[in-house]
T-cell receptor
Framework: ETGVTQSPTHLIKTRGQQVTLRCSSQ?????VSWYQQALGQGPQFIFQ???????GRGNFPPRFSGLQFPNYSSELNVNALELDDSALYLC????????????FGSGTQLSVL | DQQVKQNSPSLSVQEGRISILNCDYT??????FLWYKKYPAEGPTFLIS?????DKNEDGRFTVFLNKSAKHLSLHIVPSQPGDSAVYFC????????????FGTGTRLTIIP
């Protein structure tokens, strides 16, 4: 059973650029969610996808968008990057019936200069 | 609006002793709570959960206590081991809606050999 994998592990961008982060869900998991963890903070919910549809969103602006593909892999896209977008971005997956256990990837560390 | 709070950023405990990590919440609508553990350069891993209708859940060395009237939960680890050194996050979740998790800011636990 493979776990949740994320790529890339580290990324450096400049303000105003766009970035795409990728995630492969754990085998058999049809729900994926993305979290942003700023330095010294806990993870904050960005959005969740189930069966390729967004079914929940946190307090993040529309320049944060996502996709889920038929194989349950997922992308997080951020447009017009701002300095405050610098954070660890975590992808998590679960089976629809297993609400309690989120399985997290190791994250992508994004630095915006 | 910090719905889940972990007021102790760090805690040091002697090996073999009990570690007690605390968490307070303000949202009385949470249906369940979870504890996650995070090592550096890894994603959070699920540790233990508790339903809001319970006051205690135990799994090996880990016990979570919930006091709904005080809106407080705690994680007890006994006996503490060096491998328990990590950052611990508590989180609250709801059964319906987008099922997002709301995390606290974390407590760094250091076990002293």
């Amino acid at each position: 059973e493979t776990g949740v994998t994320q790529s890339p592990t580290h990324l450096i961008k400049t303000r105003g650029q766009q970035v795409t982060l990728r995630c492969s869900s754990q085998s058999g998991h049809n729900t994926v969610s993305w979290y942003q963890q700023a330095l010294g903070q806990g993870p904050q919910f960005i959005f969740q996808y189930y069966r390729e549809e967004e079914n929940g969103r946190g307090n993040f602006p529309p320049r944060f968008s996502g996709l889920q593909f038929p194989n349950y892999s997922s992308e997080l896209n951020v447009n017009a990057l701002e300095l405050d977008d610098s954070a660890l971005y975590l992808c998590a997956s679960r089976d629809q019936g297993g609400r309690e256990k989120l399985f997290f990837g190791s994250g992508t560390q994004l630095s915006v200069l | 609006d910090q719905q889940v709070k972990q007021n102790s950023p760090s805690l040091s405990v002697q090996e073999g002793r009990i570690s007690i990590l605390n968490c307070d919440y303000t949202n009385s609508m949470f249906d369940y709570f979870l504890w996650y553990k995070k090592y550096p350069a890894e994603g959070p891993t699920f540790l233990i959960s508790i339903s809001s209708i319970k006051d205690k859940n135990e799994d090996g060395r880990f016990t979570v206590f919930l006091n709904k009237s005080a809106k407080h939960l705690s994680l007890h680890i006994v006996p503490s081991q060096p491998g328990d050194s990590a950052v611990y996050f508590c989180a609250g979740g709801r059964n319906f809606g987008n099922e997002k998790l709301t995390f606290g800011t974390g407590t760094r636990l250091t076990i002293i050999p």
